[in-house]
């Protein structure tokens, strides 16, 4: 069967004439249907001066992966990081509830009795952040912290009361709280200790993210500034658990990481990744592989944006063009070299990460029989044109 219509093609060739056949041939492969650019057009590309170029173009090797493979970790914004060495300051707020006891060192002064030398006081922090002491008056306490408080009680009551000793307790926090929102097991509004609380104890006290960790991202919003991360990258980085402030609103949300995979994969889609960390080999197996029927071994690519700076401390060219200050990075695997499956077990996948595998030339040289030369062998063979 297979001989008889290469013998229908080639007698097809001989009358249609060698320069027609071979022009057909050149005309329709720019119009032939594709998933996108074939090798050698991208190869095309890498002769570009850097600055003429959208993006850059890489060939994986050795020194690539040491120097490009490796997960890049995530830093938060340096303004949640401000308190990173030491616990944000406690202070007090209007609506806070004090606990006030008075000790005097005889049994006749204003607060104590031959029966009791101590007095008990609840103050609540009224709307103009001051408390009241009898015999002291107003004191404003409103962002201060309780050794503050303590030690201004203490002065007013000096010359008043018999050698006073004051002591002041927080029953109720209420200024002091942030919000932890989202995919968490108990969402709510909870106070913070004295002794702190960092991102992780905050998502903790909320009953704990619904989410792996690496699937689960946390949003933090303090004030006019906000900054998202990972939470396997705050488990993995001390420096991303930051302490918390008032007023911090915290919200989990589940985002997997995923990538996509184009071209002359078995599973044109995109995937999720399956763990923490994903290598291209396993992105490459989790999409089914290349497809033994369209694939160019030799066309395997990888598409990303890259910090610069990156690029640069790898000894890189940045493309002249930069997309929201990232530059659009293509790195490039040849399979039909051994020590591709090493290196791409080697180079480590990022969200959003574009696998595209091109198209070998023969899968291209089928197309245009099965498009323009079938086509023409039909109607040799029955000698009738259907026009519609």
């Not at 890498?46 to 830093?75: C, F, K, S």
């Not at 696998?355 to 070998?360: D, K």
Request: net charge negative.
């Amino acid at each position: 069967m297979i001989c008889t219509e290469m013998m229908n093609i080639r007698n097809l060739f001989n009358s249609l004439g060698t320069a027609t056949a071979v022009g057909i041939f050149l005309c329709s492969c720019s119009t032939l249907p594709t998933s996108g650019p074939t090798r050698r057009q991208m190869e095309k590309v890498q002769d570009e001066p850097a600055d003429d170029r959208e993006y850059a173009v890489i060939q994986m090797n050795v020194d690539v992966i040491q120097q490009l493979g490796d997960h890049r970790p995530i830093q938060l914004n340096e303004h949640f990081s401000t308190t990173l060495h030491g616990k944000p300051e406690s202070v007090l707020g209007i609506g806070d509830q004090l606990v006030i006891n008075i000790w005097e060192s005889s049994g006749d002064g204003l607060f104590s009795t031959f029966e009791k030398k101590q007095s008990h006081i609840d103050s609540i922090i009224d709307e103009s952040g001051a408390i009241f002491i009898p015999y002291v008056g107003q004191i404003q306490v409103a962002g201060k912290n309780i050794e503050e408080v303590r030690s201004s009680i203490q002065k007013g009551l000096q010359g008043k009361a018999i050698e006073p000793q004051v002591q002041v307790a927080l029953k109720t926090n209420v200024s002091n709280n942030l919000v932890v929102v989202g995919d968490v097991n108990q969402p709510g509004r909870y106070p913070l200790p004295i002794g702190g609380v960092r991102l992780l104890d905050a998502v903790a006290a909320a009953g704990g993210s619904r989410a792996p960790l690496y699937e689960a991202e946390a949003k933090i919003v303090r004030g006019e500034i906000s900054d998202t991360i990972r939470l396997d990258e705050v488990l993995g980085r001390k420096n991303n658990n930051v302490w918390m402030m008032p007023g911090d609103t915290v919200q989990l949300m589940h985002k997997p990481r995923t990538f996509s995979a184009f071209g002359a994969v078995t599973t044109k889609s995109r995937h999720a990744f399956e763990s923490e960390t994903l290598s291209m080999a396993e992105a490459l197996a989790q999409s089914g592989g290349l497809n033994d029927g369209m694939a160019d071994a030799g066309g395997v690519f990888l598409f990303r944006f890259e910090d610069p700076e990156v690029l640069r401390a790898a000894g890189r060219e940045v493309p002249g063009v930069l997309f929201q200050g990232r530059a659009a990075t293509i790195y490039r695997l040849d399979f039909k070299q051994p020590e591709a499956f090493f290196l791409s077990r080697s180079f480590a996948m990022q969200d959003k990460d574009i696998i595209y595998v091109a198209n070998a030339f023969a899968a291209e040289y089928y197309k245009f029989i099965r498009i323009y030369v079938q086509p023409l062998l039909d109607i040799s063979r029955t000698g009738t044109l259907f026009v519609q």
